[in-house]
């Protein structure tokens, strides 16, 4: 072993979702709120998805133009989640048929982007808090550590 070694490849799937999320900070900034990535966010977040939600309703939004805004918000939904302990438990962004997920081995994954798709088509009974909330409970578990 050398003192030098091999810098490990950037996950394509993950820098894709990072540029995704900055998307959504800047989203978030037209209806005067500050995406930080913090645990607080999600709620700024469900309230700008309730903005969107009737959009997407009113103007007959095709499923693909529905699944362009999840992407952008699923992808800040996933980095606030993987910045508040998924990360920690060993989950990182992938690619699973087309899907970005986070993923920590086949048992364990979570679909932050397709949770926001149903929520922009669903309404709030698909509210991401308790969605967010399950995530924290699967990190604390995974991890066997508490989260603050």
């Not at 997407?56 to 980095?79: M, N, Q, V």
């Not at 081995?105 to 709030?124: A, H």
């Amino acid at each position: 072993m050398g003192l030098f070694r091999k810098k490990q490849k950037d996950n394509p799937t993950a820098l894709e979702m990072k540029s995704l999320a900055e998307k959504a900070v800047e989203h978030g900034k037209r209806f005067n709120y500050d995406f930080d990535y913090k645990r607080e966010s999600i709620e700024e977040l469900e309230e700008v998805l309730d903005k969107y939600e009737p959009a997407t309703k009113k103007i007959y939004a095709t499923d693909e133009e529905i699944w362009e805004l999840s992407l952008i918000f699923g992808a800040y939904l996933g980095e606030v989640l993987l910045r508040t302990g998924l990360k920690h438990a060993g989950f990182v962004w992938v690619d699973e048929n087309g899907i970005p997920i986070l993923k920590k081995n086949e048992q364990t994954k979570v679909s932050p982007i397709s949770k926001v798709f149903k929520r922009l088509k669903n309404g709030k009974e698909d509210n991401i808090k308790p969605f967010f909330d399950i995530g924290i409970c699967i990190a604390q578990q995974e991890s066997k550590f508490k989260i603050k």
